[in-house]
């Protein structure tokens, strides 16, 4: 049974007491523990730590440094999240950040502007979004740069959306109780320590921050997953497009999330845990107890479910089997989700063939519940992509698309022979050709391309990156096959240096780049080696 605004209202305030009287323990044994060295060294009776006023005394002075800690980290602890991101706010001058700022006014007049919220971007190439809520009433949704430059306006619609409902349903609060009490401070530090040599890891630092992550993990067994699915329905109702939080998702689940660049302490504000952990995916009382987030698989099974909704309506409007009140031939006829993220239709073969914006990643239904990618459809796949690919001047190749499931076709890059998707633009390109591609870099970048580029080339992405890696669990990363002997494919970074993510096959020397990947990669040599000379002379 859903809950009720009253019924979250007090289970938060029941929450947040919770966190408070934790809080109070930990300060109280901690006390105590120290109470307890302090009488062996100055042997003092053990029965003295026992008395009435000696008690009454630690009471007291656990709850006076609880109350200090917890007021000084939850007042204010939205402007201290943003700083430990580097987070600020859009810049309107830029096409991509006046998208989020106006969708953020967009969401405030859908919510009849309730609560105000402003928006944030996190410079790192991670792809994540988090809300935070603080006592003194801030409330802020912060994008990470590398989410933001990925997501069509649908999508990231969906995200804030998603975000919103936390903010507004009041679960933010008590989450950003839990992780500002611990995960900030263990954040601070981790992001200190960041810059620190490799053996700094033996340090106090070190071991004061692995303490305060396991004490933020204990708020994780009063932070419930069901959160998530409320928070994904809310979304829906408010933008009526679950699709587009699926694809959000589906992104989300394939790439860097921020380990290493949003503290670990924080992954409970996150969309998606930053870590990419077997327990996050997994079902079961255990996982329900220590994980703050469902497994994406079933966030999206929900949601694609809901997806029907939305089509069921079309087909209230036009009727199965006929449009513009003209009858319609007796062969299947079928729904299609346009750019817009509208449901079209119905249209037979012939007519979706027409379709310029129609591609094997269309969402397609023939009227019933289920709702797939078009190339799933074998006769749709044989009568509208395969006849478009026939049409074109360039070869095709015998390598298929990993993501489109087409042939791809034989083009030139920089003057060098490639295998690029018609439909996506993805491109295949052999190992031993990637340096000479790039030592060319005769195309000029985009200016969001290179805004990108030099958002990954911030001061300490290199060991935060080697965090990711050494956290990763790759069971939890969907993974693509490669075109040529279908293996799966190696989800990495192209090199430590250069954070673009990429689909290696070790078997056949091949690399998958999706869209903008390669023209970034190149961006970014272009820029460090400018930078050189430069950091050499100033040095």
Known sequence: ???????????????????FLVLLLVYFAALMGLMAAWAQIFWIDDAALFR??????LVLASLITASVHFCFSTLDSVRFL????SAAPPDLRDGIHRRLANILQEIQVVTGNKRRIEGAVIPTLAMNALAAVDLRGNATIAITEG?????????????????ACHILSGDCLETTVAASLFGLPAAVIEKLSSTWAPQARLSPAFFLTWGLLKLSHLFHLFISREREYRADAGAVRMTRNPLALVEALQLLSRNWRGTGSIGNGLEMLCIVNTAAALTDESDGWWADLISTHPPIRKRIEVLSKMAHVGLSERIAQTGPNTGAGTARPAQPVFYALDPRQQWQGPYVLTELSALPWISPLTWISDGGQAVERAWKTPMIDQAVFTKRLTQEEKKPSDFICPSCRQPLLITSYDRTQVFQCHFCGGLLVEN????????????LSTERVQSLSKAVMRKNQTRRMERHLESLDRKTIPLRNCPKCKNPMTRTFYTLAYLIEIDRCSFCGLTWFDPDELEMLQCMIVNKMAADPLERRTA
Request: no cysteine; proline share 7%.
């Open 147 to 163: 989410l933001l430059s990925k997501l069509t306006r649908p999508q990231l619609e969906a995200v804030v959306a998603h975000e």
């Open 82 to 85: 943003k700083k430990n991101l």
């Open 432 to 443: 031993a050709k990637i340096p000479r591609i790039i030592a060319r870099a005769e195309s």
């Open 52 to 57: 009435p006023r000696s008690i009454f005394l």
């Open 1 to 19: 049974m859903p809950l009720t605004f009253v019924q979250v209202e007090e289970e938060k305030n029941r929450r947040i007491w919770i966190f």
